[in-house]
């Protein structure tokens, strides 16, 4: 493997579900040495009014509390027919005490009866380097919401998120992992990385 950008760094989230697949795309890419784990921090008040902010907020109050560089991601499903709602209030969408399965019922119950289910996933990564320096990458999924969960795999949306007649959670993870908003996004920021090295 090519000598990592990032020697050390923290996986700035909480969710298991999203730090098992960052580290995956992480290592994909040979782009962080060790991803350090076991560490805590307060709870960041995700806040800000966009996705990239969000990613900014979380990425950088977690290398402040750590003292180590960071990659946090925000991500947010954008519905056509709902304006592109629920968008940057993704993970709340059905309330401050929003589950997994809140959030589709919610989800499924808004669109009733619409036919236009056409939706993307986006995904905003920012790593906060050892001298400080942020690096911020984008990466979408265009797909359409389904009229039922289908699937056990993946989490959140995942099983109401249709690609091509089959729901992210009808996929094996190493299948999500290669087409994801997030795969994407993390391609996008070791691109992004590889051009402010001159390595790439
Ligand atoms: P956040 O980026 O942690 O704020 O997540 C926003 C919301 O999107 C949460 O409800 C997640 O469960 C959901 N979410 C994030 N990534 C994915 C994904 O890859 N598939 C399905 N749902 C996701």
């Keep these: 493997m090519i000598r990592p950008v990032i020697h050390r760094a923290v996986v700035a989230s909480k969710n298991p579900d999203k730090i098992t697949e960052l580290e995956t795309l992480l290592a994909r890419h040979g782009l962080v040495g060790e991803v350090v784990r076991g560490l805590d921090w307060p709870d960041v008040v995700e806040d ?22 960071s990659i946090a991601d925000d991500t947010g499903l954008e519905v056509d027919a709902l304006g592109g709602a629920p968008g940057v209030r993704t993970a709340r969408y059905s309330g401050p005490d929003a589950t997994y399965q809140s959030n589709v ?23 906060v380097l ?16 389904a009229w039922a969960c289908r699937g056990s795999a993946g989490f959140g949306y995942d099983p109401v998120f249709e690609v091509d007649g089959r729901t992210l959670a009808e996929m094996e993870p190493q ?18 990385l590889a051009a402010r090295t001159g390595s790439g």
């Design 48 to 69: 800000a009014p966009t996705l990239e902010g969000n990613a900014l907020l979380k990425a950088r109050q977690v290398a402040l509390s750590t003292g180590l560089p």
């Design 105 to 127: 019922d919610a989800l499924l119950a808004a669109l009733q009866g619409v036919e236009d289910r056409a939706a993307r996933f986006r995904t905003v990564v920012v790593a």
């Design 130 to 145: 050892a001298d400080g320096t942020e690096v911020v990458a984008e990466g979408e999924l265009v797909g359409d919401i």
């Design 175 to 192: 299948e999500k992992d290669l087409i994801s908003h997030r795969a994407r996004a993390i391609q996008a920021l070791a691109d992004a």
